[in-house]
């Protein structure tokens, strides 16, 4: 495992969608999918910890090294992504 957390993110054509490229293994069993909080409640450790941890996020999609966050327009993407970075480095670290 890498001694830090790197986390790269890409905007798209919605405003409120954004991709976060992780350099750690966020799941090795395919791609999960939550469209609301309620439905990460229910979901993997991981997506139970970022609804938890991370406040705007609305929408989630995890794949093996990528974070597709959707988050409510009334939350600005550098607080979002901020809080990601913080809870997924206390999560690996």
Known sequence: ???YVTVEVEY???ANIAE??????????GEEHYR???A???????????????EGIIGLTI?????????DPDYPWEA?????????????L
């Open 1 to 3: 495992m890498s001694e």
């Open 12 to 14: 798209g054509g919605d």
């Open 20 to 29: 976060l490229y992780v350099n750690q293994v966020l799941t090795s069993e």
């Open 36 to 38: 609301d909080p309620a």
């Open 40 to 54: 990460g409640d229910l979901g993997s450790p991981i997506a139970q910890m970022l609804y938890t941890a991370v």
């Open 63 to 71: 794949s093996e090294d990528c974070l597709t966050v959707q988050r």
């Open 80 to 92: 979002i992504i901020d809080e990601v970075r913080d809870a997924l480095r206390d999560w690996y």
